[in-house]
């Protein structure tokens, strides 16, 4: 990691040094600003791309690196500043941006909710995600409404507004998190369902207070507007969850009936996804949120159809969407403009993460089942970010269009956008480094999990699985044959009798500590799809299944080489060698190598045919070895290898 930042920093000072004697020699031209809006576009995806690749190389959240790299993106080129001097029209960046913002984020929470399986929200998971999306959000609308007219000293109106904004998270900012963080599956589906179901809450209670408090007292039907909301509730409800639902089915009954070509199955959930979006928005302001979410949890839910390849299609755009949308707030982010709110600003965000979030919880969460360990994780993590910068910015523009002469409405609702916006900046960064640390000390996740899953539970594998177990690594062993898993049961691991290819074991076993998949079982066609299967879930760098039997039998029988995991141990060391072995006495053993007692002593003591297993450091990382990188064990380290039992010596 450090000698890929030094050749980062190495290669980016170099890259200055040259621009700077192009300048000065007279070569280098300034690009004109249609050529800098087609440099900005470029190298948004790009920096989105380093800022994901650094983060994970450094083990940091990535929407921390995202906004960083967009801030340095802005200082050299702000699309709202480019925009300006290209058309002359203040407001043409904003008018651009949004749009592509709303859609951007319709395909994320549509993909948020393809994640979304009614199996999660058993009874104590879904009573608090209600909880969360109703007590939670009213008591945050509350406490934030009167921290910005107290404490920014706003105007009440604009208050309540900017409260109704704020109880928004959202899948942007929560789902790249949960992807660092990895929490257990019951407060990790806490977490995931309150960030996707409340974006679309939070947006129509926002248009909703809008609506009332700066359009409805100009009509004049004063005993209207008392039933407006009510009715507009309705309306949305009915348009969001009637277009969504239409628009799975039509998509499920499309692909069962073979109507529409593998090949277009992505573009056409995608294009459908953002039609429907557009139409409930037309019909009703900010439905269309409701709508590809109900969209997204209806695919998700039905057992019709498969839609494994669209969920992995949606899931890569996402990451897309969200590193380039960060890199564009970022960019567009006028530190300026930040320090227009002052210290004020500074101390709202503050009181917003210790005191608004806890209390919401707290109140939220009475009688709800969570533990004080999972309520205090939730208290530590509400970050905001997209969809608030997008709605309060739409907003401000309205008011300020709207407030005709009225001097304090225009001069507070030049405060919204920068209030939020340090919100933003300040709950992505505390929560970003944060959250994670919290979420260890209760126990309740394991950013770097070092636990493995054994699809497979014969004798041998039973046997490693146990000593990996005593050394402190979290275990599951999977396999069909009962007399197997009753032996695994007996011998004291977490076991099950199923499948590793079955729905179950993805629904209800809990991968807490668990980082890697090993396909172990005698079917190299099982081992081959449940590698590719798990890839998706732990990464293919964490995924190994052991050489198939057909290695030697010619191309006609061998399994296609995309569904491959890396091959595990040595060469010529499949499953039927692990079972002449075990018969002829051989066993896994753990043993500490030190100076006093080498790995040349280990060999010499058990013969030549010792086959290192794993390799344990002292810090707890566990090495898995593999044909293609050979583990060679060190003084100081732990090795379990299989060796030929004593008394058979």
Not at 139 to 161: C, E, F, M, N, T
Not at 527 to 538: C, G, T
Not at 577 to 596: C, D, H, M, V, W
């Amino acid at each position: 990691v450090w000698f890929a930042l030094r050749t980062v920093a190495f290669n980016f000072s170099s890259t200055l040094l040259l621009i700077n004697r192009l300048k000065k020699t007279q070569t280098w031209q300034e690009p004109n600003l249609d050529d800098q809006i087609f440099y900005y576009l470029a190298l948004v995806p790009l920096l989105g791309m380093l800022a994901q690749l650094l983060a994970w190389w450094i083990r940091i959240p990535s929407i921390l690196l995202l906004l960083g790299f967009g801030v340095l993106l802005g200082f050299w080129m702000n699309p709202d500043v480019l925009l300006r001097e290209l058309s002359g029209d203040e407001t043409l960046g904003p008018k651009l941006v949004f749009p592509l913002v709303s859609l951007a984020v319709a395909v994320i929470l549509f993909e948020g909710g393809l994640s979304l399986q009614f199996h999660e929200l058993k009874a104590a998971v879904g009573g608090a995600v209600i909880r969360l999306c109703t007590i939670g959000i009213l008591i945050s609308w509350v406490l934030g409404s009167l921290l910005a007219w107290g404490l920014l000293g706003i105007h009440w109106k604009l208050a309540v507004l900017l409260g109704a904004v704020l109880v928004v998270t959202g899948p942007t900012v929560v789902s790249p998190l949960l992807r660092y963080i990895r929490p257990n599956r019951k407060i990790g589906s806490v977490v995931k369902w309150e960030g996707i179901i409340i974006d679309p809450i939070g947006a129509i209670l926002a248009v909703l207070v809008f609506e009332q408090l700066f359009h409805s007292g100009h009509q004049g039907a004063e005993s209207a507007t008392l039933w407006e909301p009510l009715i507009n509730i309705l309306k949305t409800s009915l348009i969001g969850i009637g277009f969504g639902c239409a628009a799975a089915f039509a998509l499920t009954e499309m692909v069962k009936r073979y109507w529409l070509p593998d090949y277009l199955h992505g573009l056409a959930f995608l294009s459908s996804a953002l039609a429907v979006f557009g139409l409930s928005n037309w019909l009703m302001h900010e439905s269309g949120l409701v709508t590809v979410t109900v969209m997204g949890i209806y695919l998700a839910n039905q057992k019709q159809i498969s839609i494994e390849h669209v969920v992995e299609f949606k899931e890569n755009l996402g990451v897309f969407l969200i590193s380039c949308l960060f890199i564009v707030l970022g960019s567009r982010l006028d530190l300026a403009v930040l320090g227009e709110v002052g210290w004020r600003g500074a101390l709202f965000v503050l009181l917003m993460i210790v005191i608004v979030r806890p209390l919401s919880i707290w109140g939220a969460m009475i009688k709800s089942g969570l533990n004080r360990k999972e309520k205090i994780f939730l208290a530590c993590l509400a970050p905001r970010g997209i969809v608030a910068a997008a709605v309060v910015s739409v907003f401000s523009l309205r008011i300020l269009a709207t407030a005709g002469q009225d001097v304090e409405l225009i001069r507070d609702a030049q405060v919204l956008v920068p209030a939020t916006f340090m919100l933003i900046v300040g709950t992505v960064a505390v929560y970003g480094l944060g959250a994670a640390p919290v979420a260890r000390r209760l126990g309740l996740a394991d950013t770097n999990p070092q636990g493995i899953i054994f699809g497979g539970a014969t004798p041998w594998i039973r046997d490693v699985a146990l000593i990996l177990m005593k050394a402190g690594y979290a275990i599951v062993v999977v396999d069909t044959n009962y007399r197997n898993i009753s032996a695994a049961k007996m011998a004291g691991l977490n076991a099950h009798c199923k499948s590793v290819l079955s729905d179950y074991v993805h629904e209800n076993i809990d991968f807490a500590g668990i980082g890697r998949f090993l396909a172990l079982t005698k079917n190299d066609a099982v081992n081959a799809m449940a590698a590719a299967e798990f890839s998706h879930l732990f990464g293919s760098q964490n995924v190994y299944r052991l050489l198939p039997g057909d290695a030697d039998k010619g191309e006609r029988s061998k399994v296609g080489e995309v569904a491959r995991g890396r091959e595990l141990f040595e060469e010529n060391w499949g499953e039927k060698r692990f079972q002449t072995a075990y018969e002829n006495g051989f066993r896994p053993k753990l043993t500490r190598i030190s100076e006093e007692f080498t790995f040349e002593d280990f060999e010499a003591e058990y013969g030549d045919e010792v086959l290192v297993l794993f390799v344990i450091e002292d810090s707890g990382v566990l090495h898995v070895n593999t044909a293609d990188y050979e583990l060679e064990p060190r003084t100081g380290q732990s090795v379990i290898a299989l060796v030929k039992a004593e008394e058979q010596i």
